[in-house]
T-cell receptor, first 110, second 114 residues
Framework: LAKTTQPISMDSYEGQEVNITCSHNNIATNDYITWYQQFPSQGPRFIIQGYKTKVTNEVASLFIPADRKSSTLSLPRVSLSDTAVYYCLVGDGRDDKIIFGKGTRLHILP | DTEVTQTPKHLVMGMTNKKSLKCEQHMGHRAMYWYKQKAKKPPELMFVYSYEKLSINESVPSRFSPECPNSSLLNLHLHALQPEDSALYLC?????????????FGPGTRLLVL
């Protein structure tokens, strides 16, 4: 299984760009990298997914270097409502499991 | 409609009770999942159903019994639970199984076992 490592927590201020990096040294050839956001007492919500290079949607950007051993979730101009836990997931191409890492608790300050 | 619904929202049960958690989706998804989440921990996969058949059981104790009566419904039957089973139980669905498939999660059922 491709294990992921993320910072346990991060603080930032409203209006700043936040970058959360995830390490996944054992990523397999056909694994995708997916990020989810979870607010307290809610289910996780899909943010973005990528395989290589850069992916951007209306919420975030995902940067993946050529070796794919890490990825960076970029949240532009965060607000207080972006305070949540962010999970980096790497799919195990051998079966249908997706394993959540420990996540990063992002705290946005006014 | 991209919603996964779960009932009940909260459940308190004794160790001798039998109860069921329900999950429903109408997105035409053929994969459904049960996760368990303890406070300040990531969700842990319990079961995966693919086309109404159990495809993954993550060595979950038999006091948890999943059921998928049709492609829209997923149940989790609970019997003789222990206090350490208290957690948020999350249901999710996706078009199919596979790591590239986006999972849509319900709001969860918060379970307290006394």
């Amino acid at each position: 299984l491709a294990k992921t490592t993320q910072p346990i927590s991060m603080d930032s201020y409203e209006g700043q760009e936040v970058n959360i990096t995830c390490s996944h040294n054992n990523i397999a050839t056909n694994d995708y990298i997916t990020w989810y956001q979870q607010f307290p007492s809610q289910g996780p919500r899909f943010i973005i997914q990528g395989y290589k290079t850069k992916v951007t949607n209306e919420v975030a950007s995902l940067f993946i270097p050529a070796d794919r051993k890490s990825s960076t979730l970029s949240l532009p101009r965060v607000s207080l409502s972006d305070t949540a836990v962010y999970y980096c997931l790497v799919g195990d191409g051998r079966d249908d499991k997706i394993i959540f890492g420990k996540g990063t608790r992002l705290h946005i300050l006014p | 409609d991209t919603e996964v619904t779960q009932t009940p929202k909260h459940l308190v049960m004794g160790m001798t009770n039998k109860k069921s958690l329900k999950c429903e989706q109408h997105m035409g998804h053929r994969a459904m999942y049960w996760y368990k989440q303890k406070a300040k921990k990531p969700p842990e996969l319990m079961f995966v159903y693919s086309y109404e058949k159990l495809s993954i059981n993550e060595s979950v104790p038999s006091r948890f019994s999943p059921e998928c009566p049709n492609s829209s419904l997923l149940n989790l039957h609970l019997h003789a639970l222990q206090p350490e089973d208290s957690a948020l139980y999350l249901c999710a669905s996706s078009r199919q199984t596979g790591p590239q498939e986006t999972q849509y999660f319900g709001p969860g059922t918060r379970l307290l076992v006394l």
